[in-house]
């Protein structure tokens, strides 16, 4: 009995200092806080967790999706499984309209509808881009604070580099100077391919055209290198997984709101602009709660979430607003439009040696690994496999391409990036092979100068927004595209190919080819930004200033993807948890936490 009690005791004493997560707004036992976070994705879990770690600030954090750690979620956790949660309970399964630069065609728009938000449903490529990026963002906003050498605490703070599971030796495949000691681990392949090595021989052979880089994150962002991916002790690092959980288990003053839709922003007493209530339903139909922040509300819905929830409080351009009858608050013009993102399409050749290809299309053989996995944690389905490779390249100085400006960030930031898939990637419209060894190079265009927007399509926070990223709709998109297949062709036609590399499986010759091509089978490689883009503290343009606060009202920030003025130089991720960390410091400074 004794024992027991104790146990009780010990039992309410622990449980005392937890986070407490409620799946529903009536649940909730206060309506104010110091601090709303609304989207438990990659941004608003650092937010979150980084606000809380003061005992005296409150912290709620609301998220629409689901938790990242029921009996379902192994698809989440297992690295092998990465791509499979696109098309599930975890996706928001948006679509985009249809595309002019795609011969019409619409496609999924996968976005994280779980804690974690898009960290814990993304490829995991870690990749923070050329220096020139941030330096860029610097003069955009006029605030050194973003410049590459002012961010390396924030970078230092967020990530930091982990074996993978065989403990193979990383030394010479990446810098340990430029990592830090953050909760976010990154890791590189427990299995390097026999593809991977002639990749890495060809940065040898070619060294002038495809340089070797020992570590892209390392603010040189050009060249070839290893992949390093948000994997660490065998699992996905997410937002979730690093900074969500801990914060949870040992915290008192963080409440988690789950499975609750943040509809729009109001004020609650004070000046119409001072945007401190948050509504919340969990349906169309079901009741509206609102919360209030007595400091401030951070938005981290990401790109599509950020800018829908902006013009349903009457912020965003009026014209729009109007025809959904809601409100001018604030005319601003530049909420979701200036979006981008960056197209991806495969081309396959036949292989001569040994690929994934045959492991991937032995169903035994894959039950084996996850059975391996679910025992132990080790083998193919512990790390990343697939691709392990990576390769950011520029247009040559004197390409007619460049003649109307550059879009990159610098002379050291790539426009367009090249990688190496050990199997067969079909763009999702071409029929794979049963049989044989296959591999694929990947072509992503990194600095696109197309721009699309996201508009409401009605007042309701529960419709879907209108998605257009606008791909391939200027000739310097699709010509970079074509400079980017041929590149790809003469690296697979080094010497350090021969004898592995057969046939294409779709001969692309002429620019005209290589353009239908593209057209036919371009996707989204899911990295939009920019619709809720920073601008400097007294530019009428743009939605946020240098430290984020949205221009026009007062209380609000807006922590995501969205405030990127343009495309990533690297993948962005890792570029999402810099701005995160840094904005963590700056709301800290602001409220002397
Ligand atoms: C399938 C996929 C693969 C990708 N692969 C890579 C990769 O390999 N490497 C890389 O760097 N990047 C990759 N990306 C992109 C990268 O993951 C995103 O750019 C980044 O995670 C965005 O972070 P965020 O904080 O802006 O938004 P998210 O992480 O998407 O977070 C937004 C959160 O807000 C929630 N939310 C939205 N609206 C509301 C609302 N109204 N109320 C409450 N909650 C709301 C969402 O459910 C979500 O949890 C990929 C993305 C996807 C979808
Ligand atoms: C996305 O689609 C899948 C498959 O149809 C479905 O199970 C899931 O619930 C959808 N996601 C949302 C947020 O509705
Ligand atoms: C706007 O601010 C920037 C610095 O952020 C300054 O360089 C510029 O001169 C200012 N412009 C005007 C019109 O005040
Ligand atoms: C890798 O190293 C860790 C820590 O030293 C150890 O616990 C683990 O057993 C090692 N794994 C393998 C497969 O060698
Ligand atoms: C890569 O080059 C090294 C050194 O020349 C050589 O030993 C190795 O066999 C090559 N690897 C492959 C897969 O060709
Ligand atoms: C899920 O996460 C919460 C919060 O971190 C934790 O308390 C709970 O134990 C976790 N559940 C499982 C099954 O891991
Ligand atoms: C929200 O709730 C309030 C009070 O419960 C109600 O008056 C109002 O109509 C609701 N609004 C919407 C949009 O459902
Ligand atoms: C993990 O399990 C597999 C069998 O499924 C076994 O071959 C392997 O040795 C185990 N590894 C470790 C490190 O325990
Ligand atoms: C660009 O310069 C390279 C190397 O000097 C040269 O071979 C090529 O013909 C030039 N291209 C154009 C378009 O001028
Ligand atoms: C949104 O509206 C603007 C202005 O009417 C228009 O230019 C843009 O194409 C629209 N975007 C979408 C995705 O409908
Ligand atoms: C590829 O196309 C080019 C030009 O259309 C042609 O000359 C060549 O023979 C073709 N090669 C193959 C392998 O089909």
Redesign the pocket.
């Known amino acids: 009995m004794m024992a027991q009690s104790m146990l009780f005791l010990f039992f309410v004493l622990v449980k005392s200092c937890f986070g407490r997560i409620f799946t529903a707004p009536e649940q909730l036992t206060t309506t104010s806080y110091d601090f709303i976070v609304v989207g438990a994705g990659t941004a608003g879990c650092v937010i979150a967790s980084r606000l809380s770690e003061n005992p005296s600030a409150t912290v709620l954090l609301i998220e629409a999706g689901v938790s990242d750690n029921g009996t379902d979620s192994a698809v989440l956790s297992t690295p092998f499984l990465a791509a499979q949660a696109v098309g599930t309970i975890f996706d928001w399964n948006y679509t985009t309209t249809s595309q002019v630069g795609l011969n019409g065609r619409t496609m999924p728009y996968p976005r994280g509808f779980v804690l974690g938000g898009s960290s814990s449903i993304n490829s995991m490529v870690y990749a923070r881009g050329p220096s020139e990026d941030w330096d860029r963002i610097a003069t955009t906003s006029g605030d050194d604070g973003w410049s590459w050498n002012n961010l390396q605490q924030f970078i230092f703070k967020n990530e930091r580099h982990a074996p993978a599971w065989n403990n193979r030796s990383n030394v010479g495949e990446y810098n340990p100077k430029v990592h830090g000691h953050g909760p976010l681990m990154t890791s590189l392949t427990a299995n390097p391919s026999e593809l991977d090595h002639r990749v890495i021989n060809t940065t040898a052979e070619l060294a002038d055209e495809f340089p070797f880089n020992l570590d892209l994150n390392s603010g040189d962002g050009l060249g070839f290198g290893w992949l390093q991916s948000t994997i660490g002790d065998s699992a996905r690092s997410s937002s979730a997984t690093a900074y969500l959980h801990p914060a949870l288990n040992s915290r008192s003053n963080l409440d988690l709101l789950l499975n609750t839709q943040v509809m729009n922003l109001i004020s609650t007493g004070g000046a119409a602009t001072t945007l401190n209530g948050v509504r919340a339903s969990q349906s169309e139909t079901a009741a509206n709660f609102t919360f209030t922040a007595a400091k401030e509300v951070i938005l981290s819905a990401g790109t599509i979430g950020t800018p829908q929830i902006l013009m349903l409080s009457g912020v965003g351009p009026k014209e729009e607003l109007e025809k959904f009858d809601i409100t001018t608050l604030v005319d601003a013009p530049d909420v979701g439009r200036n979006m981008q993102d960056q197209p991806i399409f495969f081309l396959q050749w036949a292989a001569n040696g040994d690929t994934l290809f045959s492991f991937l299309n032995d169903p035994d053989a894959i039950n084996a690994a996850l059975a391996q996995y679910e025992q132990n944690k080790t083998g193919l389905a512990a790390s990343s496999i697939v691709f392990n490779t990576i390769g950011f390249l520029r247009l040559p100085d004197n390409s007619s391409l460049l003649e109307n400006g550059d879009p990159s960030s610098g002379p050291h930031a790539a426009h367009y990036q090249i990688s190496f898939i050990d199997t067969f990637n079909g763009n999702g419209n071409q029929v794979a092979p049963t049989d044989g060894n296959w591999i694929s190079g990947s072509v992503v265009l990194i600095s696109p100068t197309s721009r699309g927007s996201i508009n409401l399509t009605s007042s309701s926070a529960f419709d879907h927004p209108l998605i257009d990223p606008s791909f391939f709709t200027t000739s310097f998109d699709i010509g970079t595209a074509i400079e980017a297949v041929k590149t790809l062709q003469t690296f697979l036609a080094a010497s350090a190919f021969d004898g592995f590399i057969g046939?294409?499986v779709t001969?692309l010759?002429?620019d005209a080819?290589i353009e239908a091509y593209v057209r036919a089978a371009a996707v989204t490689i899911k990295h939009c930004v920019s619709t809720a883009k920073i601008s400097k503290a007294n530019e009428t343009g743009g939605v946020v200033g240098p430290h984020l606060q949205v221009k026009g009202v007062d209380g609000v920030r807006v922590v995501d993807a969205s405030i990127f003025p343009f495309t990533v130089g690297g993948f962005p991720q890792a570029e999402v948890y810099i701005v995160a960390e840094r904005a963590a410091s700056l709301i800290k400074e602001t409220w002397s936490l």
Request: charged content about 0%; glycine content about 0%; cysteine-free.
């Open positions: 046939s294409p001969n010759t002429t080819q």
